[in-house]
């Protein structure tokens, strides 16, 4: 049996380097697609990851507070917000990892009185901007632009990348 030598005549060849592009185009938009959808899912995750640890830590403050009976008001959350995230590359990741990472600095805050923390705002501004937080290999640092002391912390801080 004889086939006959179709690869030869241009209007095949056309057809099968038309099928090995059109192959290769669906298997990039497949895989940007699948990259896509993992980042996003991975950021999904971090941030339910960040919110468990901020309410563990807001639950165990507050028992320890109602064990304590105060009257006096305390802070119950912190807020941490960073002015320009143009600066650390729109990566939202990025910005999620640095706000926990600034979290767990003052985190020790939660459950403790307002006016003890007012008093040593100080110390709070220098334990912020005097830290270098690294991830990845590239160390930040932050300066805080903006401060408010209430049942709810709000930290606004600019960030500089050291590297």
């Known amino acids: 049996m004889h086939f006959p030598p179709y690869y030869k005549r241009p209007e095949w060849q056309r057809f099968i380097i038309g099928i090995l592009v059109g192959g290769l185009v669906s298997y990039f938009v497949l895989i940007y697609m699948y990259g896509v959808m993992y980042e996003e899912l991975l950021a999904e995750n971090y941030e339910l990851r960040e919110e468990i640890i901020d309410l563990r830590q807001q639950n165990k403050a507050l028992l320890e507070s109602q064990e304590n009976q105060d009257t006096a008001r305390t802070i119950e959350a912190i807020e941490i917000t960073i002015s320009n995230p143009n600066v650390l590359k729109n990566d939202s990741l990025l910005v999620s990892q640095l706000k926990t990472l600034i979290k767990e600095e003052v985190s020790h805050l939660i459950g403790n009185d307002i006016l003890n923390v007012s008093s040593s705002v100080e110390l709070l501004i220098s334990a ?32 500089k990348v050291a590297n």
């Not at 901007?129 to 930040?140: L, Q, R």
């Not at 932050?142 to 049942?151: A, K, V």
């Open 128 to 159: 912020i901007e005097n830290k270098a937080f690294t991830i990845d290999s590239v160390t930040y640092h932050f300066s805080i632009t903006r401060l408010i002391i209430d049942s709810k912390l709000i930290i606004a801080v600019e960030g």
